[in-house]
């Protein structure tokens, strides 16, 4: 059954260091999404992109935080200064149609401390 | 008022037993609704869409009411695999954004 991986399984950083965070989708999917949740509160949506572009984002996705899916099958979510409240487990997530219509297939998740 | 709001668990259980779980949200235009099932420090994974009209999958039953902008999932003669955090998540009038609640945590015991 196809499924969505995520790489690395757990990443340990510095503050102020910048860090990739890497996803492959399903293969036919579309449409693509980074959440976050951080240990023992909910998960938060930060971000979707659709067609090489964002869709839509939330407040917490501010001008640190970066997109790309840059070879046609990875979609990597990138930090470019981190701090400390950034420590959470990170879900990248795909669909096949936009989230309307379609289940979301969520990978196991990075995560990301931040010492 | 939170965008979506769930009961507060933890429900304990034991198996075999029904046990509901209720959630709101706040923004009369949201398109659709989703129950997700996340165990503990796994990713989430749908359980289930919730439809007007309502739907049932085994033993598990969603009900949605627009009106009181209102969810509810049932499960019957629960089992111990059961055992799970339930996550109702509604979906904006754009379908890009996915808004999470915070969960309800179910025990079923022996």
């Known amino acids: 059954e196809p499924e969505v991986t995520q790489t690395p399984s757990h990443q340990v950083t510095q503050m102020g260091q910048e860090v990739i965070l890497r996803c492959v989708p399903i293969s036919n999917h579309l449409y693509f999404y980074w959440y976050r949740q951080i240990l023992g509160q909910k998960v938060e949506f930060l971000v979707s992109f659709y067609n090489n572009e964002i869709s839509e984002k939330s407040e917490i996705f501010d001008d640190q935080f970066s997109v790309e899916r840059p070879d046609g099958s990875n979609f990597t979510l990138k930090i470019r200064s981190t701090k400390l409240e950034d420590s959470a487990m990170y879900f990248c997530a795909s669909s096949r149609q936009g989230a309307l219509n379609s289940e979301q297939f969520f990978g196991p998740g990075t995560r990301l401390t931040v010492l | 008022r939170k965008e979506v709001e769930q009961d507060p668990g933890p429900f304990n259980v034991p198996e075999g037993a029904t046990v509901a779980f209720n959630c709101t949200y706040s923004n009369s235009a949201s398109q659709s609704f989703f129950w997700y099932r996340q165990d503990c420090r796994k990713e989430p994974k749908l359980l289930m869409s919730v439809y007007s009209s309502g739907n049932e999958d085994g033993r598990f039953t969603a009900q949605l009411n627009r009106a009181s902008q209102y969810i509810s999932l049932l499960i019957r003669d629960s089992k111990l695999s059961d055992s799970a955090t339930y996550l109702c998540?509604?979906?904006?009038?754009?379908?890009?954004?996915?808004?999470f609640g915070a969960g309800t945590r179910l025990f079923v015991k022996a």
């Open positions: 998540v509604v979906t904006d009038t754009g379908g890009f954004k996915t808004i």
